[in-house]
């Protein structure tokens, strides 16, 4: 069982910075593949970063490459999205989610039924 719980949402302006964190609770994630997603009402989920925690192998979705990075900490079972020149298309609530014993790939850590927990989400407002 993992729990999973984000920190660090909140309201920027276009162009602005945040990071969100994601504090896991596990024995150990060496077999585990860690995400985030974002959601807006009416949308389904959407696939932004995920993180192989063994290897570190790091995917984003097109419309974030370049200006987000996801990252782990080894030490503290936190992983991490730094969020740099937010557009508000980046509003949404943003997921953190786990998936054990799972390959890697883009394909599958993209896909939202790949992963066994949820955190609760954590708002992301960015205004124009």
């Known amino acids: 069982q993992v729990q999973l719980v984000e920190s660090g949402g909140g309201l920027v302006q276009a162009g602005g910075s945040l990071r969100l964190s994601c504090a896991a609770s596990?024995?150990?994630?060496?077999?585990?593949?860690m995400g985030w997603f974002r959601q807006v009402p009416g949308k389904e989920r959407e696939f932004v970063a995920a993180i192989k925690w063994s290897g570190g192998n790091t995917y984003y979705a097109d419309s974030v490459k370049g200006r987000f990075t996801i990252s782990r900490d080894n030490v503290g079972y936190t992983v991490y999205l730094q969020m740099n020149s937010l557009k508000p298309e980046d509003t949404g609530v943003y997921y953190c989610?786990?998936?054990?014993?799972?390959?890697?790939?883009?394909?599958?850590?993209?896909?939202?039924?790949?992963?066994?927990?949820w955190g609760q989400g954590t708002q992301v407002t960015v205004s124009s």
């Open positions: 596990a024995r150990t994630l060496s077999t585990y593949a």
């Open positions: 989610a786990a998936a054990a014993g799972v390959g890697v790939g883009y394909f599958i850590l993209s896909d939202s039924r790949t992963y066994n927990y």
